[in-house]
């Protein structure tokens, strides 16, 4: 159901234009990676706030001197190579030709504009970020049709001192973020009330990444 | 009594060596290998196919010889397989009118443009066992020219329900350019009400049997449905992918189907005069029972859409396609194998207590009953 009415939406089309020359590798071992990957990804969603390391997969990326890497967590790059298909419209929130043609080549995945129609959405700056119902939060019958964003910061470890509660938490977790703008999380708790719709995100340093489920109520401390 | 359902892995483990040993029988035979089933098993491969959701030959012949010839759990591993699978791309819609066609037939019309082709069929044949295939290799081989008809004499087939058509006196699916790409049940759940479409999807992937007997009620009266078969058609098929990068479509493969439309009477209605209408069936491999009650089933679905009286389960899509499919149906049916002990006790110890109850009751009253029989009947006098 998906090639026509993503079509007009689509950029980056001009794959012929993919440079195999500088095109940033992708997994070694594809299924085995993304199945690591995925439990990864799983695990941080599963115990919001803890630190989960996704280092393992993609070492050789570091030190890959290539553009993808200078621009992008290896978390957030590896959590796209893995979830990332043909029906999955993935949204740029930066124009980045190395991650582009990437994640086109390597997934297949059609690139969008349009934020509604993302599955999944890599925002780089968080300070610039759109409104969070200008995603998709699924419907009470589908929830699962809900964005799911991948936000870059720069620290898993300082800046805003937060505690959450919720699900996969035992009594409180405190967590600290940096490069979250405050209004990020007053969009979030006004989605609560929606649940089960919502959004699910993760916050992306380096390797390392902390999971975020519509579940988790966020107090700023 | 609680007997917890945990434990049994090693239980499980010789089950699955004893399943190996019985799916390879006696040794003394040599082993069937799956080019064998591929090849000579051909319209069991092409059920496994269909309802499998998987043009693969080779895989379902694997199938089919891991299931020990069980070809409803043989679907199941190919669509269990069919889920690990990535998705490259969507097709663009097959022209079954371009078919390189092996058989093709019409029960409504006897001389048709290209023609009747008998092909292969059982229809014709005496169902008396072959006792000549009881001897090894003394199957007839029929010469290669018999086998193979020259494909690139053939003349044009245009469809048979064209003819109609041109009359307009069969109603006929019109391609709207806004009409919404059709639903895919491989992704997404069965919802009501459901277009014709994901309603064919369903019908393709239903279980042939289950087909089989709906299509044969819709005949036998539970459903207003006088059908003719308006054209039976099997080949190969060319199959197209638009490549992103090159901006066609190109070939990638071809597959070989089997089409039936079948054509039913239409009373009409306040808008519309009375016209002949379509049934549609559509299967892998030679499949022509399947094609053909799948194409009755399609039509007595569209009762509604019609403006016809709904009067029977099988016009009913509610109980049709949600009954329609094998691995769904044979998992809820044999999970009835697993432990059921606690859901068990619980019945068992509520009908105990019921049964104790009435007893209680019953005995409340025998005793009643006995003490007033043990007192003297008041006699008139008494009373009076």
């Known amino acids: 159901m998906l090639p026509d009415k993503l079509s007009s939406n689509l950029h980056g089309a001009d794959a012929a234009g993919i440079d195999l020359t500088t095109l940033t590798p992708g997994f070694d071992d594809t299924v085995h990676d993304s199945q690591g990957v995925f439990r990864a990804l799983l695990d941080a969603l599963s115990r919001p706030g803890k630190i989960v390391s996704i280092d393992a997969v993609l070492p050789d990326l570091e030190q890959d001197g290539s553009s993808v890497a200078a621009h992008v967590p290896m978390a ?32 297949g995945a059609p690139l969008t504009h349009d934020h509604a129609q993302a599955v999944f959405a890599y925002l780089h700056d968080a300070g610039s970020m759109p409104p969070l119902d200008a995603f998709s939060l699924g419907d009470p019958e589908t929830p699962e049709d809900a964005a799911m964003l991948f936000i870059r910061v720069d620290s898993l470890t300082e800046g805003t001192s937060m505690s959450w509660r919720g699900p996969g938490i035992r009594d409180s977790h405190a967590v600290r973020l940096t490069g979250v703008p405050a209004s990020f999380w007053q969009e979030r708790a006004l989605l609560a009330s929606q649940f089960p719709c919502g959004i699910d995100c993760y916050f992306m340093h380096g390797g390392s990444v902390i999971g975020l489920p519509r579940t988790t109520r966020v107090e700023v401390t | 009594m609680y007997v917890a359902v945990k434990g049994g892995e090693r239980a499980i483990e010789r089950s699955w060596d004893l399943l190996a040993v019985n799916r390879r029988g006696d040794d003394t035979f040599p082993e069937l290998s799956v080019d064998q089933i591929r090849e000579q098993l051909r319209l069991a491969v092409a059920r496994v196919m269909t309802e499998g959701s998987v043009y693969d030959e080779e895989l379902a012949a694997l199938a089919i010889k891991q299931a020990a010839g069980d070809l409803v759990e043989a679907i199941f591993l190919l669509r269990a397989y069919r889920t690990t699978l990535p998705r490259f791309g969507y097709t663009v819609p097959l022209d079954t009118e371009a078919m390189r066609v092996e058989r093709r037939i019409s029960a409504a019309f006897k001389d048709i443009p290209g023609g009747q082709v008998l092909g292969g069929t059982y229809d014709y044949t005496q169902r008396l066992l072959d006792f000549s295939l009881l001897a090894e290799g003394g199957s007839r081989t029929t010469s290669a020219s018999a086998a193979s008809p020259a494909a690139s004499q053939q003349e044009a087939m245009p469809r048979v329900l064209s003819l109609l058509d041109k009359e307009g006196l069969i109603e006929q699916e019109k391609m709207h350019a806004d009409a919404p790409e059709p639903g895919d049940l491989s992704r997404e759940p069965l919802m009501f009400p459901v277009g014709r479409p994901v309603r064919l999807q369903n019908l393709a992937r239903a279980d042939e049997g289950f087909l089989l007997a709906v299509g044969y009620a819709t005949q036998r009266g539970y459903a207003h449905s006088h059908p003719f078969a308006g054209e039976i058609r099997y080949g190969e098929v060319a199959v197209e992918l638009e490549i992103e990068e090159l ?27 009375p016209t ?17 009650a799948m194409a009755l089933v399609d039509r007595a679905l569209r009762a509604q859409e019609l403006g016809e009286t709904v009067s029977s389960p099988t016009q009913d899509p509610e109980f049709v396609l949600y009954h ?12 009835l194998k697993l432990p059921h002990y606690v859901d068990f006790q619980s019945e068992l110890e509520l009908l105990r207590r019921l049964r104790a109850g009435i007893e209680k009751e019953a005995q409340h009253e025998h005793e009643a009953h006995e003490e007033q029989q043990a007192q003297p009947e008041p006699s008139e006098e008494n009373a009076a």
């Open chain 2, 276 to 292: 002949f209408t379509q049934g549609y069936g559509l299967a892998f491999g030679h499949s022509e029972r399947k094609a053909m």
């Open chain 2, 324 to 335: 329609s499919d094998n691995v769904e149906a044979s998992g809820f049916v044999q999970h």
């Open chain 2, 247 to 273: 901006g066609f479509a190109v070939e990638i493969g071809d597959i070989d189907i089997t089409e039936c439309q079948m054509i039913n009477q239409f009373a009409g209605s306040g808008e519309v005069p």
């Open chain 1, 76 to 107: 957030a790059f590896a959590a796209l190579l893995a979830l990332a298909d043909y029906s999955t419209p993935v949204l740029l929130q930066h124009e980045h030709r190395g991650l582009s043609d990437a994640l086109r080549f390597h997934t």
